[in-house]
């Protein structure tokens, strides 16, 4: 396996070569702006060719289509919507199949924090009326709350020793749907216990809005249905009472906030399993693992390097980079 400096290097070797060789585009006696300029390109070029070739390699290797959608949260620290899986990534998922055979099925790879219940609902839905439950998902380092949603789309969830997902509890604005019903429902048991505590729950119960709590009993059944729904159509279709073994897995483990405790609660490929979902271990097949971890290194260098918010990218079409936009 080509570890990170390994990768590094190659970069740095590819960017050395860009530089012997005029750069399209730019003069051939640039001044300094324009030098540093063609340095910064060469960066650029060279981390998306490396980045590319451990795709191709991949794809060649599984002969199915592959697709990673990598976000730059652990870069970025910041509080941008395009970090988050939202429903612009639709147009980028829609760039990187164009083209692609079909017929092979896809390889999802996720690094995701999480993000929109209802764009991750859109993507599985998109992904699924092109590829059917062809899909296989693979956490190389980690995909929580939403992407846990996503990854759990797939017939299989390639992970790790290294690898996480997360809960699946719905949250608003950073506040956990079901924390916010367990405080209601303390608030509700004490008032009824000792009415001279109201004065002390009312402060707190008015910070949320009059349907707040309607809205966050919703968002949990949502959770669970459409999770459920994707593991019983998918990793659990050949299965006898899927359905039912999907919604207990779902409720037991996935978004069960009382045991998790904390929405980022990392659950790693041991404990997937103890839930029952279907984990193929990456070490088990050591070509396999190498190229899924020297991608996952050319990428997070190229994140490094070029700071993008998101790249969604299949081994046969151009990335797609979300940039922070300057003023």
Not at 176 to 194: Q, S, Y
Request: charged letters at 20%; one cysteine or more; glycine letters at 6%.
């Amino acid at each position: 396996m080509a570890n990170r400096t390994e990768i590094m290097n190659e970069i740095k070797i590819e960017q050395a070569a860009l530089l012997q060789n005029p750069i399209p585009g730019f003069p051939l006696a640039p001044n300094p702006v324009q030098q540093q300029e063609i340095i910064r390109q060469s960066w650029i070029m060279s981390t998306n060719k490396i980045r590319k070739k451990y795709l191709q390699l991949l794809a060649d290797k599984t002969g199915r289509n592959v697709i990673l959608y990598y976000s730059g949260f652990m870069k970025i620290h910041n509080d941008f919507l395009e970090l988050t899986i939202e429903d612009n990534d639709i147009n980028g998922f829609m760039s990187a199949i164009s083209k692609l055979d079909k017929s092979k099925g896809l390889d999802l790879i996720l690094h995701t924090p999480g993000g929109s219940i209802s764009a991750a609902e859109a993507i599985v839905t998109y992904l699924r009326n092109i590829f059917g439950t062809n899909i296989r998902t693979i956490i190389p380092q980690i995909a929580m709350s939403a992407g846990t949603m996503i990854a759990c789309a797939g017939k299989e969830i390639l992970m790790g020793k290294h690898s996480c997902l997360g809960p699946t509890d719905p949250q608003f604005r950073g506040i956990p749907a079901h924390g916010v019903i367990e405080e209601f429902n303390t608030a509700m048991d004490e008032v009824l216990k000792n009415e001279k505590k109201i004065l002390i729950w009312r402060e707190i119960v008015s910070k949320y809005h009059p349907t707040f709590i309607g809205e966050c009993n919703k968002a949990i059944e949502l959770s669970n249905e459409l999770v459920a729904d994707w593991l019983a159509t998918g990793m659990f279709a050949e299965d006898t009472n899927a359905h039912q073994k999907a919604t207990n897995l779902v409720k037991k483990y996935l978004n069960n906030h009382k045991d998790s405790k904390t929405h980022d609660r990392h659950f790693n490929m041991e404990k997937c399993k103890t839930f029952g979902l279907k984990i193929v271990e990456i070490e088990s097949d050591n070509e396999l693992q190498d190229l899924i971890l020297s991608l996952h290194h050319a990428t997070m260098i190229s994140i490094d390097i070029i700071a993008p918010l998101k790249i969604i990218e299949s081994q046969t079409n151009d990335p797609w980079l979300v940039l922070i936009q300057k003023n």
